[in-house]
């Protein structure tokens, strides 16, 4: 079975600085998608990042970026010069495809920016 | 930006009664699912529907639950007999499929009582 660990429940952040969300994820697959959902306080989970197995170029999103270790089965987030909205959960989730095109979430990480 | 919509928000239901939960979807997808989110822990995955019918269900997703597209522009989840342990923020999504992301409703928050 597929699992993804999220090992920090909480962090902080400083507003303007920089700060990486981990994620790893448990696979025997090789061709599998990860992405980096956000669940402010309004509770919409929206969609931040994306990323698939056969690239190894990590993707990047204006102020999000991913760090994929494909070895590792590792998959990071980071966050730079963060913002007050940026304040939500952040939940990692895998999908692989021959399993279906569902998600599979890791527990999430609650990220506050302080001013 | 087209959205995918849920009603109700909130929804108090007495256990036992049967409840449904309304989602439209982003017109042109093709993939629709529900997750839940009990408070406080993970999101989890129930169901998947494609081409009018299930395509993916998880343990969790019993014979108390069921669900249908029943106008080409709802997609409802019916849960039969609701129970405590159903109370959780039940989300719906779609997706094109093709490995792309999923959109996420705003959820709609069940408490059983």
């Known amino acids: 079975a597929q699992t993804v660990t999220q090992s920090q429940p909480e962090m902080s952040v400083q507003e303007a600085e920089t700060v990486t969300l981990s994620c790893t994820y448990d696979t025997s697959e090789n061709n599998y998608y990860l992405f980096w959902y956000k669940q402010p306080p309004s509770r919409q989970m929206i969609l931040v990042i994306r990323?698939?197995?056969?690239?190894?170029q990590n993707a990047t999103e204006n102020r999000f970026s991913v760090n994929f270790q494909k070895a590792a089965k590792s998959f990071s987030l980071k966050i730079s010069d963060s913002q007050l909205g940026d304040t939500a959960m952040y939940f990692c989730?895998?999908?692989?495809?021959?399993?279906?095109?569902?998600?599979?979430f890791g527990p999430g990480t609650r990220l506050s920016v302080l001013p | 930006e087209p959205e995918v919509t849920q009603t109700p928000s909130h929804q108090v239901t007495q256990m036992g009664q049967e409840v449904i939960l309304r989602c439209v979807p982003i017109?042109?997808?093709?993939?629709f699912y529900w997750y839940r989110q009990i408070l406080g822990q993970k999101v989890e995955f129930l169901v998947s529907f494609y081409n009018n019918e299930i395509s993916e269900k998880s343990e969790i997703f019993d014979d108390q639950f069921s669900v249908e597209r029943p106008d080409g522009s709802n997609f409802t989840l019916k849960i039969r007999s609701t129970k405590l342990e159903d109370s959780a923020m039940y989300f719906c999504?779609?997706?094109?499929?093709?490995?792309?992301?999923?959109?996420f409703g705003d959820g709609t928050r069940l408490s059983i009582l």
């Open positions: 017109s042109n997808h093709l993939y």
């Open positions: 999504a779609s997706g094109q499929g093709n490995n792309q992301p999923q959109h």
């Open positions: 989730a895998f999908m692989n495809p021959p399993y279906g095109q569902n998600f599979v």
């Open positions: 990323q698939e197995a056969y690239k190894q």
